[in-house]
């Protein structure tokens, strides 16, 4: 158990609606990252919170948003879905940012996008 | 742009086969070189970490190695229990200039027979 938890495990939606993927950092770790990985791109880099703001964006979709709150727990938004958006989402987290940093990773959310 | 490649794709042992798993990279700045480990349906483990070229990391039957270029998994005398899809990851300083992110390459998908 890697200490981090991401809430659901399933999804399953229609295309143009939201969801919310929750995630919950380990304790004592500051930043929490956002992958999603599909089986033609592998594991891409979505956006980075450390203590609440943004610290990195790589390749997120300006239909997605993030946020880190107070207790470090973290939300990714995806609205006006697309049957491409269906994949595996993944929340780590680190103590920080820095180089030496391991990330941990949670299970997962599966989005099937209908 | 940060390049990872890994090969083989797939790889299919004998139990106490052993073999290596490879991963170049192409990287500005490389700061340090992530393994990783990834059951079906579930998220990335984390395995090894290294840092400078001729740095060598083991564990049970996992040996990584590092050079300029590349790194290896060597696998010695695996088990079935071993089958599991390997990802490296490569980290540099984001152009956001605050954190080190990691680029994945697309893994190795080991699967040992008894």
């Known amino acids: 158990d890697s200490g981090v938890t991401q809430t659901p495990k399933h999804l399953i939606t229609a295309t143009g609606q939201r969801v919310t993927l929750r995630c919950s950092p380990r304790?004592?770790?500051?930043?929490v990252y956002w992958y999603q990985q599909s089986l033609d791109q592998g594991l891409q880099f979505l956006i980075q919170y450390y203590n609440g703001e943004e610290r990195a964006k790589g390749n997120i979709l300006e239909r997605f948003s993030a946020q880190q709150f107070p207790d470090l727990h973290s939300e990714l938004n995806l609205s006006s879905l697309e049957l491409g958006d269906s994949a595996l989402y993944f929340c780590?987290?680190?103590?920080?940012?820095?180089?030496?940093?391991?990330?941990?990773f949670g299970a997962g959310t599966r989005l099937s996008v209908l | 742009e940060d390049q990872v490649t890994q090969s083989p794709e797939a790889l299919r042992l004998q139990e106490g086969e052993s073999s290596s798993l490879n991963c170049s990279y192409t990287?500005?700045?490389?700061?340090?070189l992530f393994w990783y480990r990834q059951d079906p349906g579930k998220g990335p483990e984390f395995l090894f970490t290294l840092y400078s070229a001729g740095e060598e990391k083991e564990k049970e039957r996992l040996k990584a190695t590092l050079t300029k270029k590349e790194s290896f998994l060597h696998i010695t005398a695996p088990k079935p229990e071993d089958s599991a899809t390997y990802l490296c990851a490569v980290t540099r300083l984001h152009a956001s200039g605050g954190s080190y992110i990691p680029t994945f390459g697309r893994g190795t998908s080991l699967i040992v027979h008894p």
């Open positions: 304790s004592g770790d500051l930043s």
């Open positions: 990287v500005s700045g490389l700061r340090g």
């Open positions: 780590a987290s680190s103590v920080d940012g820095g180089s030496k940093n391991i990330q941990y």
